[in-house]
């Protein structure tokens, strides 16, 4: 057996990536079905975007009834939810919509922020490398957009667009913001579309050099990873898709957003980078409203599997007020 076949370029506990580019996927693959949560009252279902890729979002949906009462009788009214276009988090390498906490976080943010959540299923790297899962993405909001299933047709308002995301979906969500503020929506959309805000959730970057208060192991695995899941990443870590302070990168003045939450954890390796990318936006000329949030004694992407906890709690909150204040 070839030696490469065997070595262990990183063990991330969730995966193991091997130095050959194949991968052992040792949890975060499990998934529930969509469906009713009664918990919630959250209706909701998968549907898939591309047959040829197979792409697909599992779309969220609250009790959407309002019910009005006068002159005897019950007029059932509807309005507009903003919708929230959502990427999980997993390295690039694990995890889906349907994972049982995505899915948990998304009944109780659809529930409580009373949005439409559209959450996307790209696919995973090292099968399908970067940047399949930007692509596919950008392909799941052009969708969303237009309003291609009854459900958003029918409830969502284009014009209250939300970009969330968790780890590397955090990623992603910036990449699609930075890709709408480049080549616009407009054609995609039924009407125009537009991007209220992004939310970024222990969003994952990296760089070639190393910043203070970072820590070289984290680094070092991250650069192991990248090599193996976009091979041909332009300057390795500073690819402007991992790195968005890199030189070449978009100007963050492009963002065509209104404004955006960067959320972050006291005990997230991810800290530093997460601190100069939101310095970097308030600095940049951009003419929106960028906000920090940080738990505190929490570590990376602790809100889905810790959910109900007095910080998982905060944050919600916290993204739910920033969603409302549309």
Not at 80 to 101: D, E, M
Not at 106 to 125: F, P, Q
Not at 150 to 171: I, Q, T, Y
Request: hydrophobic share 40%.
């Amino acid at each position: 057996m070839d030696s490469g076949s065997t070595e262990i370029l990183l063990d991330a506990g969730c995966f193991r990536l091997y130095k050959d580019g194949h991968v052992d996927r040792l949890s975060g693959m499990d998934t529930v079905p969509a469906g009713f949560d009664a918990d919630t009252g959250v209706i909701s279902k998968d549907v898939v975007i591309d047959a040829a890729t197979g792409v697909s979002v599992r779309l969220y949906l609250p009790d959407v009834r309002a019910v009005e009462s006068g002159d005897d009788t019950n007029t059932v009214v509807t309005t507009k939810l903003p919708i929230v276009v959502f990427f999980h988090g997993g390295y690039f390498i694990v995890g889906s919509s349907g994972c049982p906490g995505n899915h948990r976080y998304l009944n109780s943010l659809t529930c409580d922020a009373r949005v439409l959540v559209v959450s996307v299923d790209y696919r995973l790297a090292p099968e399908y490398p970067l940047p399949a899962a930007y692509d596919d993405s950008w392909a799941a909001l052009k969708w969303a957009v237009s309003g291609a299933d009854p459900w958003l047709s029918e409830h969502g308002d284009l014009g209250r667009v939300f970009l969330a995301g968790c780890s590397a979906g955090g990623n992603i969500a910036h990449n699609m913001v930075i890709a709408a503020g480049l080549t616009g929506l407009r054609a995609a959309a039924v009407v125009q579309a537009r991007i209220v805000g992004a939310i970024l959730l222990h969003p994952s970057f990296s760089g070639e050099v190393k910043l203070d208060r970072e820590e070289e192991e984290y680094r070092a695995s991250v650069k192991k990873r990248w090599t193996v899941i976009f091979p041909d990443a332009r300057d390795g870590l500073d690819d402007p898709r991992m790195n968005p302070l890199a030189a070449g990168a978009p100007s963050l003045r492009t963002l065509p957003c209104e404004r955006m939450l960067v959320c972050a954890a006291s005990e997230d390796p991810r800290l530093p980078r997460e601190q100069a990318y939101y310095e970097a936006v308030k600095s940049s000329g951009w003419g929106g409203d960028v906000q920090w949030f940080e738990s505190e004694g929490e570590g990376h992407g602790f809100f889905v599997e810790g959910h109900g906890g007095r910080e998982a709690v905060a944050l919600m909150e916290r993204v739910v007020d920033f969603i409302s204040r549309h």
